[in-house]
């Protein structure tokens, strides 16, 4: 019980320095608007990634869908813009679950590493395209129209958005990690034979978490367009070298198959990444690749599972040192 | 589309297009046999595979700057680039040799990003290429034209490959390193040194993706971004292929120089690209519902 109020206190400090962020530090409220977007890439591609075993690298293709249907939506339906906004990212996160549910069960059929190059293939696909693609503004992008009110508020209401859907994704998340659902794609990480042999209908359930995850991703995709402004195929909307691998790397460093992991990785990874673009402007991608390496080589359980073992350390050691004395 | 049509109309452009593809394909063989030299011994895919050749195609390039006639800047990349190889192995990859394959896809990921942003740095970003300075050849009574360059890195390409084979079967260290591809553990047993046999492979690879490179950058360009896609090139090969099958590599690639170069003549060249991936991804799922009607997959 005393676990469930500390749990519910650290949620509630959470979200009131979330509330009263832009007011506390405006100049970086756009840096911030972007944290809630990491945490969110981290949280859903862990629910693929760390608790169901399948580790893709295009989960940026849900995103991408997002982007560019919730742009389209304000750009052609002729709706004012804030139904139009709404309609956008209603519809993203139904494009992208359906993208999901269309393809689901031909590709995670696909296992281990064949599958994260499929996936890895998938984004590089849909980047192709979109930027070959008239209809959308092939490679000169599209731009969202622009926002009614002061500039100020523009960022302060996509802040806010972000941060809604970002703590929607994590608590929506973490009751399907409490439910029989939670425990199917955990089996299905253990071992997806056995799993299968026990009855479980593996491939439903895989596709049912990937729709999860795209749904998520899918409505961010609309906000994030309008924030920055300008919608380009590679690095905003399909950026596979850099969101696609950044949120693999964000769960692996707090902690694959953790739910807080992810949170924690996104939060240190997106400070370093913003020290880096203030510190080494220029090189600032040369030191991702360097982090990327150091990350995976040196940090393979994530932040969250070696903190978890240093204090299991610590408990065992001490039962022991209390029953020597004891004897 | 409307290429499809001038294809049916003068259907000497078809063979054209497969003369012209499989020159190409053997240097997607050459990286692709590299690749899985090195999957087949160290159970690593090396993303970086494709910066490899980005980098070997640099050396060459500068070298040619500097006056050195290609001929000879194609082994001095080879050499830079196994070089680096143990560099990359000694600081990186043996501390990743043990571990789960994601480990390895994710780390080489880190080196292949590392590898394109150092390069789009110190190079620019820049479309390069050699001058081969060789004229094209007319076949077929002047109906079609194949650019010299081609033949000849479809030459160079075959000859690095015949002396990789002729390393692995006939030296003393190429033994070692088919032994360590079937037992490691054996190996070390029987003395083998198993950590410089994976040195030694993962140099040699990258050298292979030198000499490819310097064949790249004169036949078509080179730019810091282009490895990915030789990376995916080479993983689809040897998937096709299976690994260590020599002849399934060169036929694998070969098919795929024809059916890249058809799709670009076809839907566009802006479309290639997501062709070859959209290939690779019908490949998996192609390969993976064949494996389920035999249930192999559970081993």
Same mark, same amino acid.
């Given at each position: 019980?005393?676990?469930?109020?500390?749990?519910?206190?650290?949620?509630?400090?959470?979200?009131?320095?979330?509330?009263?962020?832009?007011?506390?530090?405006?100049?970086?409220?756009?840096?911030?608007?972007?944290?809630?977007?990491?945490?969110?890439?981290?949280?859903?591609?862990?629910?693929?990634?760390?608790?169901?075993?399948?580790?893709?690298?295009?989960?940026?293709?849900?995103?991408?869908?997002?982007?560019?249907?919730? =742009?389209?939506?304000?750009?052609?339906?002729?709706?004012?813009?804030?139904?139009?906004?709404?309609?956008?990212?209603?519809?993203?996160?139904?494009?992208?679950?359906?993208?999901?549910?269309?393809?689901?069960?031909?590709?995670?059929?696909?296992?281990?590493?064949?599958?994260?190059?499929?996936?890895?293939?998938?984004?590089?696909?849909?980047? +192709?395209?979109?930027?070959?693609?008239?209809?959308?503004?092939?490679?000169?992008?599209?731009?969202?129209?622009?926002?009614?009110?002061?500039?100020?508020?523009?960022?302060?209401?996509?802040?806010?958005?972000?941060?809604?859907?970002?703590?929607?994704?994590?608590?929506? #998340?973490?009751?399907?990690?409490?439910?029989?659902?939670?425990?199917?794609?955990?089996?299905?990480?253990?071992?997806?034979?056995?799993?299968?042999? &026990?009855?479980?209908?593996?491939?439903?359930?895989?596709?049912?978490?990937?729709?999860?995850?795209?749904?998520?991703?899918?409505?961010?995709?609309?906000?994030?367009?309008?924030? #920055?402004?300008?919608? +380009?195929?590679?690095?905003?909307?399909?950026?596979?070298?850099?969101?696609?691998?950044?949120?693999?790397?964000?769960? #692996?460093?707090?902690?694959?198959?953790?739910?807080?992991?992810?949170?924690?990785?996104?939060?240190?990874?997106?400070?370093?990444?913003?020290?880096?673009?203030?510190?080494?402007?220029?090189?600032?991608?040369?030191? &991702?690749?360097?982090?990327?390496?150091?990350?995976?080589?040196?940090?393979?359980?994530?932040?969250?599972?070696?903190?978890?073992?240093?204090?299991?350390? =610590?408990?065992?050691?001490?039962?022991?040192?209390?029953?020597?004395?004891?004897? | 589309?409307?290429?499809?049509?001038?294809?049916?109309?003068?259907?000497?452009?078809?063979?054209?297009?497969?003369?012209?593809?499989?020159?190409?394909?053997?240097?997607?063989?050459?990286?692709?046999?590299?690749?899985?030299?090195?999957?087949?011994?160290?159970?690593?895919?090396?993303?970086?595979?494709?910066?490899?050749?980005?980098?070997?195609?640099?050396?060459?390039?500068?070298?040619?700057?500097?006056?050195?006639?290609?001929?000879?800047?194609?082994?001095?990349?080879?050499?830079?680039?196994?070089?680096?190889?143990?560099?990359?192995?000694?600081?990186?990859?043996?501390?990743?040799?043990?571990?789960?394959?994601?480990?390895?896809?994710?780390?080489?990921?880190?080196?292949?990003?590392?590898?394109?942003?150092?390069?789009?740095?110190?190079?620019?970003?820049?479309?390069?290429?050699?001058?081969?300075?060789?004229?094209?050849?007319?076949?077929?009574?002047?109906?079609?034209?194949?650019?010299?360059?081609?033949?000849?890195?479809?030459?160079?390409?075959?000859?690095?490959?015949?002396?990789?084979?002729?390393?692995?079967?006939?030296?003393?260290?190429?033994?070692?390193?088919?032994?360590?591809?079937?037992?490691?553990?054996?190996?070390?047993?029987?003395?083998?040194?198993?950590?410089?046999?994976?040195?030694?492979?993962?140099?040699?690879?990258?050298?292979?993706?030198?000499?490819?490179?310097?064949?790249?950058?004169?036949?078509?360009?080179?730019?810091?971004?282009?490895?990915?896609?030789?990376?995916?090139?080479?993983?689809?090969?040897?998937?096709?292929?299976?690994?260590?099958?020599?002849?399934?590599?060169?036929?694998?690639?070969?098919?795929?120089?024809?059916?890249?170069?058809?799709?670009?003549?076809?839907?566009?060249?802006?479309?290639?690209?997501?062709?070859?991936?959209?290939?690779?991804?019908?490949?998996?799922?192609?390969?993976?519902?064949?494996?389920?009607?035999?249930?192999?997959?559970?081993?």
């Amino acid at each position: 019980m005393r676990g469930h109020a500390r749990n519910a206190v650290v949620m509630i400090a959470i979200g009131a320095a979330a509330l009263a962020a832009p007011w506390i530090a405006p100049a970086i409220t756009t840096q911030l608007a972007f944290l809630w977007l990491m945490i969110l890439f981290a949280v859903t591609w862990d629910i693929n990634g760390g608790q169901m075993g399948y580790n893709s690298f295009g989960n940026v293709f849900f995103f991408g869908i997002g982007v560019y249907v919730c =742009a389209l939506v304000q750009r052609d339906s002729g709706l004012p813009y804030y139904e139009a906004l709404f309609a956008g990212i209603v519809l993203g996160a139904l494009a992208a679950g359906a993208a999901a549910l269309v393809l689901g069960p031909a590709i995670l059929g696909i296992r281990g590493h064949y599958f994260a190059i499929a996936t890895l293939g998938l984004s590089i696909v849909a980047a +192709d395209v979109a930027s070959a693609w008239e209809y959308i503004g092939a490679a000169s992008g599209m731009a969202p129209p622009v926002y009614p009110g002061a500039i100020e508020s523009r960022t302060k209401f996509f802040y806010y958005l972000l941060f809604a859907l970002a703590a929607l994704t994590f608590v929506v #998340v973490r009751w399907l990690y409490s439910t029989r659902f939670g425990l199917a794609i955990n089996a299905i990480r253990d071992d997806e034979d056995k799993a299968e042999a &026990m009855g479980l209908h593996t491939t439903r359930y895989k596709v049912f978490a990937w729709c999860v995850a795209a749904l998520f991703l899918g409505a961010a995709g609309g906000p994030v367009g309008n924030l #920055v402004g300008f919608i +380009d195929p590679r690095d905003l909307a399909f950026a596979g070298a850099t969101f696609g691998v950044w949120m693999v790397l964000m769960a #692996v460093l707090g902690g694959k198959g953790t739910l807080w992991g992810p949170v924690i990785g996104a939060v240190v990874f997106h400070v370093t990444q913003e020290l880096f673009w203030t510190y080494l402007l220029g090189w600032q991608r040369v030191a &991702m690749g360097v982090l990327i390496v150091v990350i995976v080589v040196f940090f393979p359980s994530g932040i969250l599972g070696w903190t978890l073992r240093s204090r299991r350390h =610590a408990v065992k050691s001490l039962p022991q040192a209390r029953t020597q004395s004891a004897s | 589309m409307s290429n499809l049509g001038v294809l049916i109309d003068a259907p000497i452009l078809l063979l054209q297009l497969l003369v012209s593809g499989i020159l190409v394909g053997a240097i997607f063989a050459l990286v692709a046999y590299g690749m899985a030299l090195v999957w087949g011994v160290m159970n690593i895919i090396n993303i970086a595979q494709g910066e490899f050749v980005m980098l070997g195609g640099y050396v060459v390039f500068y070298l040619d700057r500097a006056g050195v006639h290609p001929v000879f800047g194609i082994p001095i990349a080879a050499a830079a680039m196994y070089v680096l190889g143990i560099a990359l192995y000694r600081t990186v990859i043996w501390r990743i040799v043990d571990r789960d394959m994601f480990t390895a896809i994710l780390a080489t990921f880190g080196i292949s990003i590392l590898l394109q942003q150092l390069a789009n740095q110190l190079f620019s970003a820049d479309i390069r290429t050699v001058p081969s300075r060789l004229p094209s050849v007319q076949l077929a009574g002047g109906l079609m034209t194949v650019p010299e360059i081609k033949l000849v890195g479809f030459a160079a390409a075959l000859a690095v490959g015949a002396v990789l084979i002729a390393f692995l079967r006939y030296t003393r260290l190429g033994r070692a390193i088919r032994a360590t591809a079937q037992n490691a553990r054996a190996a070390r047993v029987l003395g083998i040194d198993t950590d410089h046999v994976y040195a030694t492979t993962f140099a040699v690879n990258c050298a292979i993706c030198g000499a490819a490179g310097g064949l790249v950058a004169m036949t078509w360009f080179i730019q810091p971004y282009l490895g990915l896609t030789y990376t995916l090139r080479s993983f689809m090969i040897v998937i096709v292929a299976g690994l260590g099958n020599l002849s399934g590599v060169i036929l694998a690639g070969a098919g795929l120089g024809v059916v890249e170069e058809a799709a670009g003549f076809i839907l566009g060249s802006e479309y290639q690209t997501a062709f070859i991936f959209l290939l690779l991804i019908v490949i998996l799922v192609a390969r993976n519902a064949m494996l389920a009607r035999q249930r192999r997959y559970l081993k």
